[in-house]
């Protein structure tokens, strides 16, 4: 059975994966993009963020978004939105220049209202706020936190939920995958918000996770986030191997760490799905990122699949 059928079958909302559209005229990858049974859920890796939708203050850019939100409508899939504030990939305008505080709240209310309303009504989940911590569970100090203190977390939640009331919105952040100092750094910040009546919905825990480190906490640490009132979902999923090429030993314990990460999703009732950051090593982020690491996806950079494609499928 496919990845998307597997989770459907186990009560998830869906099995997903994140893409760029210029991928898409290589036939073989989109023909498994398109296939419902594989993937139900369709996340942009890049096009939906600020670099990309207001390249210029003020002005919106949705053509590339666009073609991403209007492939998920034609296929019926899910859409999550990726995502609104982020210390990464921002315009020129916004990372060189020095704005007072009054001037950024405007600027960001302005660009999560505008960006939420334009897909308003066809987005399960935004992740409005992605990486706001250090690893150490302080306060990651960008451009945001720099002039907003924590402000802007608020700030932006709120003005998503105004430019969309029914779209679930996430805190995003990798490292929070296990129980530890920037986990419960997020666990405090959204019993908080909860509790001073800022709108929050999820955490995203992307999972950009090594070959035999999957943190034995994985399923305690979800249950503790959904025991706030919230959901979870696994939402940047691939499992790199920090040396190449793989051993079959390797390839072994990589399906065995996805199978674990997946059954973690399935046994925790609050979290909805799991999303792999692209399919394939063919278009993987991981080797420009980490130099020399790989081999992270299910499917391998030929099409075929992988070890780990079947330890998703038994993981739910
Ligand atoms: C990555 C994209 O996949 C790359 O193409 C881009 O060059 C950098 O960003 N965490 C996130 C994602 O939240 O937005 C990142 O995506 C991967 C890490």
């Not at 409508?73 to 060189?96: I, M």
């Not at 929050?200 to 070959?211: A, E």
């Not at 199978?259 to 982020?285: E, H, I």
Request: charge should be negative; proline fraction near 5%.
């Amino acid at each position: 059975v496919g990845l998307n059928v597997a989770a459907q079958a186990a009560q998830k909302l869906y099995f997903g994966t994140a893409t760029n559209a210029d991928q898409w005229t290589d036939k073989t990858y989109f023909d498994i993009l398109k296939d419902d049974s594989e993937f139900g859920q369709i996340t942009a890796a890049n096009v939906m963020k600020w670099f990309d939708t207001e390249p210029e203050p003020s002005v919106f850019n949705f053509t590339d978004g666009d073609v991403i939100a209007d492939f998920v409508k034609a296929t019926g899939k899910r859409l999550r939105g990726h995502n609104c504030v982020w210390y990464n990939q921002l315009p020129d305008w916004l990372s060189n220049g020095t704005f007072t505080a009054p001037e950024l709240a405007f600027i960001v209310e302005r660009h999560c209202f505008t960006l939420v309303s334009h897909y308003r009504g066809q987005v399960y989940s935004w992740d409005v706020i992605n990486e706001p911590f250090n690893d150490d569970g302080t306060y990651r100090v960008d451009i945001f936190f720099n002039t907003l203190n924590t402000s802007y977390i608020p700030l932006a939640l709120k003005a998503a939920r105004r430019a969309d009331p029914h779209t679930k919105l996430y805190i995003n952040d990798y490292n929070i995958e296990g129980i530890g100092a920037k986990a419960t750094a997020l666990k405090e910040l959204v019993r908080s918000l909860k509790a001073s009546g800022v709108p929050i919905d999820g955490v995203g825990i992307q999972s950009h996770l090594t070959v035999g480190g999957v943190p034995a906490t994985l399923q305690q640490n979800m249950a503790e986030f959904t025991a706030l009132g919230i959901e979870v979902a696994i939402t940047e999923l691939d499992i790199r191997f920090t040396a190449l090429p793989p051993t079959a030993a390797g390839l072994a314990q990589q399906k065995a760490d996805y199978a674990t990460v997946v059954a973690a999703c399935n046994a925790v009732p609050g979290c909805v799905g799991v999303t792999v950051w692209d399919f394939t090593d063919k278009y993987s982020w991981v080797p420009s990122t980490f130099p020399g690491q790989g081999a992270a996806c299910p499917w391998d950079e030929n099409y075929v699949k992988k070890p780990a494609y079947a330890g998703i499928t038994e993981g739910f």
